[in-house]
């Protein structure tokens, strides 16, 4: 037998037990479990310098959609990446009190052809940067 026979001969449905995790009180409780597990993470908080390419500081060209108030779409090693929707915001500000220090960025994580992306608008160098990669 293979590597992974477990998994190929679990069954997903057993006798009367419902399928449906989202029917009975929403997503925020299946949403909260994910979140406790040690591989659901947010790719801008993975360790820089571990090889594993998903968290990085690239300078990207963004273009803004103004009346949506998110980016339309970002050029990354020559590709234009189209941006469907953001899927979540956030902003990031520490060391404010000390200028050489201070980090000031509004956060995008946005689904694009091609995959889930960070995106972050730098004030304090008024520049876009592709902060994360998520698989």
């Not at 946005?110 to 730098?122: E, F, K, P, Q, S």
């Not at 876009?128 to 698989?135: A, E, F, K, R, S």
């Amino acid at each position: 037998m293979g590597r992974n026979t477990e998994i190929r001969q679990f069954d997903a449905l057993p006798a009367g037990q419902p399928m449906d995790l989202l029917s009975a009180h929403g997503a925020l409780p299946v949403i909260r479990e994910l979140l406790r597990t040690p591989w659901v993470r947010r790719a801008s908080d993975l360790p820089s310098g571990d090889g594993s390419g998903k968290r990085a500081e690239v300078a990207v060209d963004v273009e803004w959609d103004g009346a949506l108030g998110r980016p339309a779409a970002f050029l990354y090693k020559g590709k234009r990446h189209v941006v469907d929707t953001v899927v979540q915001q956030w902003a990031v500000e520490s060391a404010w009190w000390d200028r050489p220090r201070a980090v000031s960025r509004r956060c995008f994580r946005v689904l694009a052809r091609g995959g889930v992306w960070d995106l972050a608008y730098d004030r304090t160098r008024e520049a876009w940067l592709l902060i994360g990669v998520v698989d």
